[in-house]
């Protein structure tokens, strides 16, 4: 009895000492909206457009903020130097994602990429993204981006009469470059069971996130139950089973065609010749190839669905962007990758996109594995932490007059950083060179061929969509609106038809 009660006064004195050392450090967390004695900081996310209440928070309690939601501390880094000295520098210990038990541990068993927690298995899905998308191997899809983009200016010009279907063009532009990086196999409609299921899956799991959805998430205790009891595992462990088939099938598909020396080199074929190599079994190969589907082309679509809205709010832009390519390529060709250096006017302005409207306002939030110190404050392990895109676009020292779409700032200082909407430290997005490349073929291109004009109303005034009609989520789009492209000049036609021409004899390689 004396042995027992010791061990339970040694086993109270120290969760004493660390409630009492956690309520010290507490006390040290960065600063933020005070916590309601019983809720979370949820009510004071005045805004739906949660990156813009982070930032009202930066700017008020400065550029390290903290907030809870539900018993989950988050932090919220607003600066490039707080980025920077966390996320990047301190990379071994701020790399992971926040815990996920249906979106994550159940639907996905984890296998998925983008919410994979830090650790080998994401190395070794990682060695897999860096092999087929760093800068040298994105290189060679370069010649495919330049052909379906050719393919997408041909759709547009044979239906000048229905613009209602251009974003569907430029819809399957998107989808046909992940799917070529994924499996070496081009998209011909958006019809193709590859982007319908696919596009199922990935709606599923997203809707899975949604903070609030699950009651698990909030009580983690649930996950004790024994498994028949777990009501919220029934739907996703049926939707793992599907995607579990699917994925497989996308997998053996190539397999096939490696046996029968059709495969195109893809991050597919990366993985299946070298499976020991990247260490990932069937299974987790097959999840990997999903991933360019899963973030890129969505990604890929709400810049540019920015692009044609800034384009319409602001000709001026476009103006001087047709009058460099009207200078430097002339009308009788179409601007090709050799071209980007010769115009900085184009460059600029995909930059400023990105800057104006950063369609990941919040990155992918990161998750710290240790305790943490950083200019006084405490991070606890475990914590949430957001690098705010949104927050460093609006520094006020860096981009001045941030509102004002102004691509000639990246003109006047090319050392502007740009870099950072992509995300930060070892989680910085892996596809982000395929995607520059999509950005700069799509824009030079469509800009060279067409101008973005508004539809109009029955008075015959334009009508220009609002910039700040925007569908929140973890990649922001505006909301939907009509626009027009119609051809600059004379040549438009015949260079199209014929550059579409060559590129369905390139492209049949990828069927
Ligand atoms: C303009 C287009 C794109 C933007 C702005 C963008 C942005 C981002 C951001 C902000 C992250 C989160 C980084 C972080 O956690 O700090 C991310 C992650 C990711 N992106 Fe992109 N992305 C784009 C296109 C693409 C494309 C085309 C692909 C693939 C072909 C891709 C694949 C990925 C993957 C797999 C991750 C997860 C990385 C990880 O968790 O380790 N992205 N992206």
């Known amino acids: 009895m004396g042995v027992f009660l010791r061990i339970v006064g040694a086993l109270f004195a120290t969760w004493c000492v660390r409630t009492v050392l956690y309520l010290i450090r507490v006390r040290r967390f960065p600063p933020g909206p005070p916590r309601p004695i019983l809720l979370d900081n949820r009510g004071d996310m005045a805004f739906k457009q949660n990156w813009k209440a982070f930032h009202d928070w930066n700017k008020k309690y400065g550029s390290i903020i903290s907030f809870y939601l539900g018993r989950k501390p988050l932090v919220v880094l607003g600066s490039l130097d707080a980025v920077t000295d966390l996320l990047e520098k301190k990379g071994n210990i701020y790399s992971s994602r926040p815990r996920f038990i249906v979106a994550g541990e159940i639907l996905c068993r984890n296998m998925r990429g983008l919410g994979m927690p830090y650790g080998q298995r994401w190395r070794n899905w990682r060695s897999l993204m860096h092999a087929s998308m760093s800068i040298e191997a994105s290189a060679a899809y370069k010649p495919l981006q330049s052909a379906e983009t050719k393919i997408m200016l041909r759709d547009i010009l044979q239906n000048q009469d229905s613009p209602e279907k251009f974003p569907d063009f430029i819809r399957r532009y998107a989808v046909s470059v992940v799917t070529v990086v ?18 199922k899956i990935d709606e599923y799991y997203i809707n899975s996130t949604v903070p609030g959805k ?23 462990e049926e939707h793992y089973k599907k995607d579990v088939a699917l994925l497989t099938e996308l997998m053996e598909e190539v397999r096939e065609r490696m046996k029968k020396g059709l495969a195109y080199p893809s991050t597919a074929t990366r993985a299946l ?18 991933s360019p589907f899963g973030a890129g082309a ?16 602001h000709p001026e832009a476009m103006r001087k962007a047709h009058e460099e390519l009207d200078r430097v390529i002339g009308r009788d060709r179409l601007p090709e990758y050799d071209d980007r250096d010769s115009l900085p006017y184009v460059n600029a302005l995909i930059k400023e996109i990105m800057r104006w409207r950063p369609i990941a306002p919040i990155a992918v939030p990161h998750s710290v594995i240790a305790d943490d110190e950083y200019k006084g404050h405490f991070i606890p392990k475990g914590t949430t932490v957001i690098g705010s895109i949104y927050s460093i676009t609006q520094n006020e020292e860096m981009f001045p007059d941030p509102e004002t779409f102004r ?3 990246y003109i006047e200082n090319p050392k502007l950083p740009n870099s950072f909407v992509f995300g930060f430290g070892r989680r910085v997005c892996p596809g982000m060179h395929v995607a520059q490349n999509s950005l700069f073929s799509i824009v030079s291109k469509m800009l060279w061929a067409y101008e973005i004009l508004p539809t109009k109303d029955s008075q015959g005034k334009p009508i220009i969509p609002s910039k700040d009609d925007i569908i929140p989520a973890l990649v922001i789009k505006p909301k939907p609106f009509n626009f027009l492209l119609v051809p600059r000049h004379g040549n438009v036609a015949a260079i199209v038809t014929e550059e579409a021409r060559k590129a369905d004899v390139e492209l049949a390689a990828y069927e």
């Open 182 to 199: 994924a499996y070496g196999r081009r998209i011909k409609t958006l019809e193709d069971h590859l982007v319908v299921k696919q596009q």
């Open 298 to 313: 969505g990604t890929t679509l709400a810049t540019l669905d920015f692009f044609l809205l800034a384009m319409l709010i």
């Open 407 to 409: 691509p000639d700032r």
């Open 273 to 290: 010749e070298k499976q020991g190599a990247f260490g990932l079994d069937d299974l987790e190969t097959a999840y990997a190839l999903a």
């Open 214 to 236: 699950f009651l698990v998430e909030i009580f983690p205790i649930l996950t004790w139950l024994p498994k028949s009891l777990q009501w919220y595992r029934r739907e996703p």
